[in-house]
Nanobody, 115 residues
Framework: QVQFVESGGGLVQPGGSLRLSCAAS????????MGWYRQAPGNQRELVAY???????VYVDSVKGRFTISRDNAKNTVYLQMNSLKLEDTAVYYC?????????WGQGTQVTVSA
């Protein structure tokens, strides 16, 4: 079955950086656009960025210039480099296909930005 395993989250101070990874299995990874999503307490899960099969990256306005999404098809892995982190980036981060498929959610990885 399809499985996404996210890792790399943690506690970081404002202005800090983290790199998230998501390892995919059970799908032909290279034929899917992939996205990173996040869900903060009390909020709906939202798209953060996605990357197409050809490597074109698209970001929501709130993370433009700070986050970079990339993929390694040989490793079936998608990454999210997060720089200049802000308090409002605190959330559980998930990867999924883009558009998302609700049966594919993993456990996510917690990112906490706090002074």
């Amino acid at each position: 079955q399809v499985q996404f395993v996210e890792s790399g989250g943690g506690l970081v101070q404002p202005g800090g950086s983290l790199r998230l990874s998501c390892a995919a299995s059970g799908i032909i990874f290279s034929i899917y656009a992939m996205g990173w999503y996040r869900q903060a307490p009390g909020n709906q899960r939202e798209l953060v960025a996605y990357i197409t099969t050809t490597g074109r990256a698209v970001y929501v306005d709130s993370v433009k210039g700070r986050f970079t999404i990339s993929r390694d098809n040989a490793k079936n892995t998608v990454y999210l480099q997060m720089n200049s982190l802000k308090l409002e980036d605190t959330a559980v981060y998930y990867c999924n296909t883009y558009p998302r498929r609700d049966g594919y959610w993993g456990q996510g990885t917690q990112v906490t930005v706090s002074a």
